[in-house]
């Protein structure tokens, strides 16, 4: 029986979480941690066309993959490799380049403040919950536990965001559309040194700045695309050269084309 993408997708700095029927894709390799738990067995296949089929897998990031079935019920996040959480789950499942690695074993479940070692560690913001009111919202957040899980973020506390991250995400979006976003600038605006700031970003927000700016660049492209935008409005918009360039980094992190996914998925605010 073929499967066609379809479900709900929340796209965050650092993460993008999607849950619904997986169907197939191309092979592809991203530059991020990718978990997909299924109530359905999916298989998938690494670059050298080694298969695997299972309900739970770790592709560890720049790594070359492709779904060669899908399943429905299925729950699918990328994670930053360079986030506590990404950097987490890519020690604990042991994943490497063969698809046989790509099935670790369940998480053990986590407590928020149950273990004394980590009552301390900030709860990055990419699992902040998502807004009520959307059709999805209360699966998007009950799939956030769930990826908490696997990444131990259940054992992080919710620790106030320094003022001047917070101005900082308040800016960037303003400055998404004028090409790369650079530090400097950032920092004179929250009146801060950039090695300064480049400390608490990475501490409250769980990703250094780059990465984060790659992410919402990324996050604003298609939330114009959902909205019935062109692909060359979307494109200029978020900061990208053309249609063409935002067509390759959407393809290349998702293994298909920003127009078969638009209609397909509905998108989270």
């Known amino acids: 029986m073929a499967h066609h993408w379809r479900g709900w997708c929340l796209l965050r700095p650092g993460v993008l979480l999607y849950g619904g029927t997986i169907g197939t894709n191309q092979l592809h390799a991203h530059h991020a941690v990718h978990l997909i738990v299924s109530a359905e067995p999916f298989t998938m296949a690494d670059a050298q066309g080694r298969r695997l089929t299972t309900r739970t897998a770790v592709i560890p990031p720049d790594t070359g993959h492709a779904i060669l079935t899908g399943a429905r019920g299925a729950l ?25 690695t790509w099935s670790p074993p369940l998480p053990r479940p986590t407590h928020a403040g149950t273990s004394p070692g980590h009552h301390q560690v900030a709860a990055p913001l990419t699992f902040a919950r998502p807004p009520n009111g959307h059709e999805h919202s209360a699966e998007a957040a ?66 250094p700045l780059r990465p984060y700016v790659r992410w919402q660049r990324l996050q604003h492209a298609i939330r114009l695309v959902a909205a019935g935008e062109s692909l060359t409005v979307a494109a200029h918009g978020a900061g990208f050269t053309d249609g063409s360039h935002f067509t390759r980094v959407f393809r290349h992190n998702f ?15």
């Open 76 to 100: 699918l996040a990328q994670l930053e490799p360079g986030s506590s959480p990404g950097r987490s789950l890519l020690a604990s499942s042991g994943a490497g380049a063969c698809a046989s």
């Open 142 to 207: 009950a799939a956030l536990q769930i990826v908490e899980d696997w990444t131990g973020q259940r054992r992080a506390a919710e620790i106030p965001i320094h003022p001047a991250v917070e101005m900082a995400i308040a800016v960037i979006p303003t400055l998404l559309a004028g090409g790369p976003v650079r530090l400097g600038v950032l920092a004179a605006a929250v009146h801060l040194s950039p090695s300064r700031l480049a400390h608490l970003f990475s501490a409250h927000v769980g990703i």
């Open 255 to 269: 293994g298909t084309a920003p127009s078969t996914l638009a209609a397909a998925i509905d998108w989270l605010p």
